[in-house]
């Protein structure tokens, strides 16, 4: 699944050697039309909460809505404004938080998703402006996805793509009435159980254990 929620399938792979034409025009059409499109990950929130310096659950109150994709498994989308269902974040047709916007955000018009070894991240083009590409420098989409996809990004998604596997399977062994307990459980876990002034992998690789024993005691 991309951030959007859709199957990378239905985009178009590409390959990391292939070049490109792109710059932002500042439609802004991107950013409208998005209602409960746009995925908040759980380092995309964190980063948030440092550019607001709040905490990670007061930012996902604010900004974010929580959507559930499979029972009792909740993801925060981007809350949106106006008739046009904008970006909470756009602004004249400027993103107000460019530093720190999420991950979907920073990749456009691509995207990555890892293989199912989680060794290696094949490239997507999710963009469907085809003005988008008439305009600007030439860019190697391989080299995109370096300068808007670093180190801590491509930590953080093996570890949530392991991660949610196992839950998964710890999931399906809950009754079903517990739906309300699971989702409480991932939000606590996957996005708000976070200090700020401490390093953001560290701690979600202990919330994802500490989210997988209270699985499973739920599915006793």
């Known amino acids: ?79 949106t404004a106006g008739p046009d269902n904008a970006c909470v974040f756009l602004n004249d047709n400027l993103c107000g938080v460019r530093l720190s916007r999420p991950r979907a955000c920073r990749l456009y018009p691509l995207s990555v998703g890892p293989d199912d070894s989680l060794k290696k991240f094949l490239i997507f083009n999710v963009s469907g402006e085809q003005h988008h590409f008439t305009k600007g ?46 989702m409480l459980l991932m939000l606590h876990w996957r996005y708000f159980n976070f200090d700020m002034n401490q390093a953001f992998l560290t701690q979600y690789l202990h919330n994802m254990e500490m989210l997988k024993q209270a699985l499973e005691k739920l599915a006793k």
């Open 1 to 79: 699944m991309n951030d959007n929620g859709v199957p990378y399938s239905d985009y178009p792979q590409i390959q990391p050697n292939a070049s490109f034409r792109f710059a932002c025009q500042q439609c802004a059409r991107c950013c409208r039309n998005v209602e409960k499109s746009v995925m908040v990950e759980s380092l995309d929130l964190y980063r948030l909460a440092e550019f607001f310096a709040l905490d990670m659950a007061e930012v996902a109150e604010r900004y974010t809505e929580a959507v559930t994709v499979a029972w009792g498994a909740p993801v925060l989308m981007l809350k």
């Open 137 to 182: 420098r030439w860019h190697r989409a391989q080299e995109w996805v370096d300068d808007n996809f670093r180190a801590v990004d491509r930590a953080y998604i093996k570890m949530e793509y392991r991660s949610i596997k196992e839950c998964g399977k710890i999931m399906n062994r809950i009754p079903r009435d517990r739906e309300n307990d699971v």
